[in-house]
T-cell receptor, first 113, second 115 residues
Framework: GQQLNQSPQSMFIQEGEDVSMNCTSS?????WLWYKQDPGEGPVLLIA?????ELTSNGRLTAQFGITRKDSFLNISASIPSDVGIYFC?????????????FGRGTQLTVWP | GAGVSQSPSNKVTEKGKDVELRCDPI?????LYWYRQSLGQGLEFLIY????????KSGLPSDRFSAERTGGSVSTLTIQRTQQEDSAVYLC?????????????FGDGTRLSIL
């Protein structure tokens, strides 16, 4: 299956700082998705990207679809304690069945007040 | 209910026993997905159902795993003769129709522990 590599694996930051994380794939993706998972809950979709070069914002979150189609970035500005959680990138590759998603291993974010 | 409902939320069982995990998707959603999340890992696709079409079982790790979806709604994931490596959180998701432009809504999962 697809390999999605996320970095960093974990981040410890202070409230108010900006955060940046990224995801790379071994092959071309046509869609990039970013999810957040809180402890004991299922992932929740934050941002969906459908076009190379696309830059999309959702409040303090901004994500970009890399022009090579093999990477994506998620930025969080002015972090707050409720940003704590695990952030996953996900997507299908060209050859996979529509709807079946591959996930990265996640970036664990900790925000200190 | 408003969201995807999974039961039980936690299951502890002995190695070799069979287990059944249940997923109740959002009403009206025709696509249903099962994923497995091992400790510290991302989600691993297992199987999905779309309407009355044959399910895509390509992600099931062994023939001990099976799933069915009755009446196009509730789904049950069954693991026979459980092994310790089956310990994980099993997540179910549903979407209005199959397709990457249709967001998958996840339940809170069943945490399965095999002793």
């Amino acid at each position: 299956g697809q390999q999605l590599n996320q970095s960093p694996q974990s981040m410890f930051i202070q409230e108010g700082e900006d955060v940046s994380m990224n995801c790379t794939s071994s092959s071309i993706f046509n869609t990039w998705l970013w999810y957040k998972q809180d402890p004991g809950e299922g992932p929740v979709l934050l941002i969906a990207l459908y076009k190379a070069g696309e830059l999309t914002s959702n409040g303090r979150l901004t994500a970009q679809f890399g022009i090579t189609r093999k990477d994506s970035f998620l930025n969080i500005s002015a972090s707050i304690p409720s940003d704590v959680g695990i952030y996953f990138c996900a997507g299908p590759d060209r050859g996979s069945t529509l709807g079946r998603l591959y996930f990265g291993r996640g970036t664990q974010l900790t925000v200190w007040p | 209910g408003a969201g995807v409902s999974q039961s039980p939320s936690n299951k502890v069982t002995e190695k070799g026993k069979d287990v059944e995990l249940r997923c109740d998707p959002i009403s009206g959603h025709t696509a249903l997905y099962w994923y497995r999340q091992s400790l510290g890992q991302g989600l691993e696709f297992l199987i999905y159902f779309q309407g009355n079409s044959a399910p895509d079982k390509s992600g099931l790790p062994s023939d001990r795993f099976s799933a069915e979806r009755t009446g196009g709604s509730v789904s049950t994931l069954t693991i026979q003769r459980t092994q310790q490596e089956d310990s994980a959180v099993y997540l179910c998701a549903s979407s209005l129709v199959q397709g990457v432009n249709q967001p998958q809504h996840f339940g809170d999962g069943t945490r399965l522990s095999i002793l």
